[in-house]
Each structure stands twice: as C-alpha cells, then as structure tokens.
C-alpha cells in the first residue's frame, strides 16, 4: 500500500488550497482516511476525517473540507482562508478500524506528506 500527498506549496494568507492523496494497493472507499499535519516543533495534529461510508466526517475547522473521488480513488482536502499558523507539512493516512473517527494510532498507512507554507 502507498499513499501519496501532493498539491501542497508556497502561498499567500487568505489564499485557498486543495490536496491530494492517491493512493495503490488500497481502495480508500472502504477505509476511514484522515488528514494530519505536523508543524516544525508540533505535535501531528488530525485536521480532517472521512468515514468509509463517504457520508460522515470530521474537521477541526470549518475552514477544513474532505471529500472522496471513488472513481480516481483520491481524497481531498480543501483548506480555505489560508493562515500562516496552518503552515505545516500535511499527510494523509488510512485506518482499517471501522471506528469513526479512528484513534492517531489506528491509521496504518500514510503518506509520505506535502509542504505547505502561508506568507503573511
């Protein structure tokens, strides 16, 4: 199984972006997949959440928005309103628990994360 995180970059405060996790050898339809990021010094912190249903979901913010290509097998995530306090590398990740939301500890298989950087 490998998961791939792109779509990150350098970008302005108030700015939008979307990224990206593939992934192969795993369908991400039948697992819950979440969206962490780490910034330098920081804890790994979970900012979103989708459930293998494709219906329920978890966001730490409003600003944050998950949603699933089943037929590219990807999985997004929109952040809005960019700030310079969401810098941070960004990693998706697969649970095989049907628990929803999953434990940190209960992802198996991430990705190997995407930079993102907010100017102010």
């Known amino acids: 199984v490998q998961l791939q995180a792109c779509g990150g970059g350098l970008v302005q405060t108030g700015d939008s972006l979307r990224l990206s996790c593939s992934a192969s050898g795993r369908t991400l339809s039948a697992f819950n997949v979440g969206w962490f990021r780490q910034a330098p010094g920081k804890d790994r912190k979970m900012v979103a959440a989708i459930k293998y249903d494709g219906i329920n979901r978890y966001n730490l913010e409003n600003r944050f928005t998950i949603s699933r290509d089943n037929t590219k097998n990807q999985v997004f995530l929109q952040i809005d309103n960019l700030k310079p306090e969401d810098t941070a590398v960004y990693y998706c990740?697969?649970?095989?628990?049907?628990?929803?939301?999953?434990?940190?500890?209960?992802?198996?298989?991430w990705g190997q994360g995407t930079q993102v950087t907010v100017s102010s």
């Open positions: 990740a697969t649970a095989s628990t049907r628990r929803f939301v999953p434990r940190d500890d209960e992802f198996d298989y």
